[in-house]
């Protein structure tokens, strides 16, 4: 057991084609290593026994037969609690939702199933994921791996915490604003934010689809690849001779660093010198459609998020953690016209970001400015959550703003991560840079 936390998921795919591993003992050992940690609750909304075991069996059955569905075909991994399960609850982490039980699984969660992955369990989340602090007192909060009484990031807490803690080889997450990034920078992981649109959302709880994307986290850039290949159903980016030199990266020299804390900084400005001794040519300078598209988070995203639940959540409000429902309760206060108008500004913006980039390979940045919370005090302090809330996905809404593709690494210093941009639609692009990013980190 102990050695199958420690392997990848491309490492154990390997094993299995090798014969070396039984996909049938690879699924029981995570689903009982889960069943006797002591922060299973936490971390998982509930286990999917027979449905891994089951899909475990098949992929033995493929093995033996020489039939494989590809490299991660027997790899368990674990879902996010708002990706539909057919027949197990999908409750997206809220009492609003609670009891909620799909007839069909989500889209991606299907193309999953037909690579071969075996579906562990439903992992907590942040409420309707609407936070990246991950912080949850309706139904749990995951521990940061590296500080125990820190939140682990949000919004896809528990997914990484599956991850981090050994109780899946990989986990699949959502990011609206930087809920896969988060998490994974905060518990030393490699988290891919998808270019919106590009994979399904059907059957994914939303919370603004607008900006709603499906991404994995996991423990390197070949695993991100792999994951990638199957829910975006295409194959897998080739990772080989993978070089950062004569690359040029740009590192964004505003907004991303105000208030920034000595860790994080620290852990950049040395993961810096180490891309550039691995030969990349790296450049600093301020992006103004940035800076101006930071102004319009609160119209859009929350104007979406508020759309999308104002009738659930206006049914019942006190069924909510107060904070988040005075998240989304703001985006009550702007009008069709601001909406309208904010993302006709925001597609101007875009335009903007593209061409000041488009002579780099690459924008990097601190993935977040602050370390993990703490959970407790953040449930006390009022300001402290507010603050704490605020600069969590400050950094990482970058990317999401300006419609990006985008890669946070481990920097080998703990809960701080790199994290790499590019254009919309270029994964492929940015897994590769990723992978050389990734051996000049290590």
């Not at 089951?54 to 494989?68: I, K, N, S, T």
């Amino acid at each position: 057991m102990v050695e199958y936390t420690k392997m990848s998921m491309s490492d154990l795919g390997r094993a299995i084609g090798s014969g070396d591993i039984d996909p049938r003992d690879l699924a029981a050992a995570f689903l009982d290593m889960a069943k006797a940690h002591p922060f299973r609750d936490r971390i998982y909304a509930r286990l999917m026994e027979d449905r891994a075991m089951a899909e475990a069996e098949a992929a033995y059955a493929r093995a033996q037969d020489g039939v494989r569905r590809g490299l991660l075909d027997g790899v368990p991994v674990s879902w996010k609690d708002l990706f539909d399960t057919a027949g197990v609850a999908t409750e997206a982490g809220t009492a609003l939702l609670k009891d909620r039980i799909p007839t069909r699984d989500a889209e991606v969660l299907r193309r999953a199933s037909n690579a071969g992955l075996v579906a562990l369990g439903k992992t907590h989340m942040s409420e309707l994921a609407f936070s990246g602090l991950g912080l949850n007192p309706v139904t749990a909060t995951t521990p940061c791996v590296n500080d125990h009484e820190a939140v682990s990031g949000g919004s896809s807490s528990g997914a990484a915490g599956s991850v981090a803690f050994g109780l899946a080889p990989g986990a699949i997450g959502s990011d609206t604003g930087g809920s896969v990034r988060i998490p994974s920078a905060w518990n030393d992981l490699v988290g891919l934010k998808t270019t919106a649109g590009r994979i399904p959302l059907e059957g994914v709880v939303p919370l603004a689809a607008a900006f709603d994307t499906v991404g994995p986290l996991v423990k390197t850039v070949e695993d991100a690849a792999e994951c990638f290949a199957v829910l975006d159903g295409t194959p897998a980016p080739d990772l080989k001779g993978a070089t950062l030199k004569g690359k040029r990266l740009l590192i964004l020299d505003n907004v991303v660093f105000d208030d920034i804390r000595d860790a994080p900084l620290a852990a950049f400005e040395a993961s810096v010198e180490k891309l550039r001794d691995a030969g990349a040519e790296i450049t600093r300078a301020p992006i103004k459609a940035v800076t101006e598209a930071m102004d319009l988070s609160g119209i859009l995203f929350t104007t979406e998020a508020y759309a999308e639940w104002r009738d659930y959540i206006e049914a019942k409000p006190e069924l909510m953690y107060p904070r988040i429902l005075d998240r989304f309760r703001a985006g009550g206060a702007f009008n069709g016209a601001d909406f309208v108008a904010g993302w006709k500004k925001l597609a101007h913006l875009r335009g903007d970001y593209l061409r000041e980039t488009a002579g780099y390979d690459a924008v990097i940045l601190p993935t977040a400015p602050i370390l993990p919370p703490n959970a407790e005090r953040l449930l006390k302090d009022a300001d402290y959550y507010v603050t704490e809330n605020l600069l969590a996905l400050r950094n990482t809404r970058v990317g999401n703003l300006m419609g990006l593709a985008a890669l946070t690494l481990p920097t080998g210093v703990p809960s701080c991560g790199l994290l790499m941009q590019t254009p919309p639609m270029s994964e492929a692009a940015l897994l590769r840079l990723g992978a050389a990013a990734e051996r000049a980190l290590a």
